[in-house]
Nanobody, 114 residues
Framework: QVQLVESGGGLVQPGGSLRLACAFSGSIRGLAAMGWYRQAPGEQRELVARMTSASNRYADSVKGRFDISIDNGKKELYLQMNSLKPEDTAVYYC?????????WGQGTQVTVSS
């Protein structure tokens, strides 16, 4: 069983920055990928950034502004978000794929507003 706990969300003005963290615990043997997704009110959940051993992938809407990284020693996944826009407002979820299984965190709210 894998547990994912997000933190770092909040209210930020347009143009500002936030760094989200996802602490993961439990057995991650066979970890294939980790990533960040978001869901705005009335919208479907969408990929923001995804990391595998081979590469990182970003949604077109966040390329050049967001950066995904991992600290295996601390067992934390991060999402550095810069130049935030009102349209980035959403609940952000951490995801881990282990073999055929997918795990989700509970989400953290990010609100970009003046």
């Amino acid at each position: 069983q894998v547990q994912l706990v997000e933190s770092g969300g909040g209210l930020v003005q347009p143009g500002g920055s936030l760094r989200l963290a996802c602490a993961f615990s439990g057995s991650i043997r066979g970890l294939a990928a980790m990533g960040w997704y978001r869901q705005a009110p009335g919208e479907q959940r969408e990929l923001v950034a995804r990391m595998t051993s081979a590469s990182n992938r970003y949604a077109d809407s966040v390329k050049g502004r967001f950066d995904i990284s991992i600290d295996n020693g601390k067992k934390e996944l991060y999402l550095q978000m810069n130049s935030l826009k009102p349209e980035d407002t959403a609940v952000y979820y951490c995801q881990a794929q282990i073999g055929e299984d997918v795990y989700w965190g509970q989400g953290t709210q990010v609100t970009v507003s003046s």
